[in-house]
Each structure stands twice: as C-alpha cells, then as structure tokens.
C-alpha cells in the first residue's frame, strides 16, 4: 500500500513514517502541498494522511488539489487544531475521516478501515473533557502569540498570573 504523509513537523513524520514501514506499507513524505502534489503527479498513491494546518497552507486546499490529482487516494486529515466546521468540510471535500493529533499509527491505519460506512460501537467514542480543551486551546492561542504570555493573556480574557499558574500545569489527560 502506498502512503503520502504530508506534516510540515519532521520529528512526527519520521516517527509515522518508520511506523508505517515496520508494518509493510511503501512511504513518502512531504513537508508542504507543493511536494505532496509532485508526488500525485509522479506515483500512485492509495492513501494520503494529510496535516490539516501546514506552514502557511491549509490542507484543505491542498486537500482539493489532491482530490483533483488522485481521485480514488483516500485521504485522512490529521489535526491538532480540530473543530466541527473543518472536519465537515474536510469529509465534504472527499476526506474519508478526520483524526485529531496525537495519533498512532495503529489508529490511522484503523481510521481508513472505519471509512467505509457501518454500524460502529458509540460507546467506544472518548471525548476530551472540558479541562484537556481548554488546555489544547491555551496551547494554540500561546503558539499564534509566539509565547508571549501578555499577548496570549489579553486575547484569553484572562489575568496575566492566572495564565502563568495554569501554564504551570502538566498537560491534562483526555
């Protein structure tokens, strides 16, 4: 089986990639849409994971173009941004699944074999609780400020020291 992975995070794509490998599936990789569509356009691919927030891309862009390039590719986006609206339209645009980072590799390859529509268990559905989002969402907002704490404060509506106490904290478990 043929994968394209596109993650502009080398340290996360390597890891993937070997994973994938060790299991017997041809990788390629790419780091931005550009490279991803070379290879579209160069090899055929049966399954593309596809970062849904790349440097100064969206994936759902580059997911359109995929879609274009290689019709029957299936394609999974893979976020640590995710949010209802993006993973609609994702699944609008021909993605057959929508996964939120972090991911093993075990649950990407299972998250393909999902697409295919069937009765599935809800009771095996996990949702974050209310304190892991709003960590995940302090980290995003600190990421888009540069680490500025001020700058991330005022646009949380918070206190200064209240961000930095909260920040102080180990990440919480979904």
């Known amino acids: 089986m043929n994968y394209l992975l596109v993650d502009d995070n080398p340290?996360?794509?390597?890891?993937?990639?070997?994973?994938?490998?060790?299991?017997?599936?041809?990788?390629?990789?790419?780091?931005?849409?550009?490279?991803?569509?070379?290879?579209?356009?160069?090899i055929s691919l049966d399954r593309v994971v596809l970062d849904l927030k790349l440097a100064g891309e969206s994936g759902l862009t580059i997911l359109k173009a995929i879609k274009r390039a290689q019709p029957t590719a299936e394609v999974l986006i893979l976020t640590g941004y995710s949010s209802i609206s993006t993973a609609v339209e994702a699944i609008k645009l021909g993605a057959v699944n929508y996964l939120s980072k972090p991911a093993s590799a075990d649950q990407i390859i299972a998250s393909f074999?999902?697409?295919?529509?069937?009765?599935?268990?809800?009771?095996?559905?996990?949702?974050?609780?209310?304190?892991?989002?709003?960590?995940?969402?302090?980290?995003?907002?600190?990421?888009?400020n540069k680490g500025n704490i001020s700058a991330s404060a005022r646009s949380l509506g918070m206190h200064r020291r209240t961000l930095q106490r909260k920040l102080k904290k180990r990440p919480v478990k979904s």
């Open 11 to 42: 340290a996360f794509i390597g890891a993937l990639s070997r994973s994938l490998n060790r299991r017997g599936h041809n990788i390629h990789c790419a780091t931005n849409g550009e490279q991803a569509l070379d290879y579209c356009h160069s």
């Open 113 to 144: 074999s999902d697409s295919a529509p069937q009765e599935k268990d809800t009771t095996a559905i996990s949702t974050p609780s209310i304190n892991r989002l709003e960590w995940e969402h302090i980290q995003r907002v600190m990421e888009d």
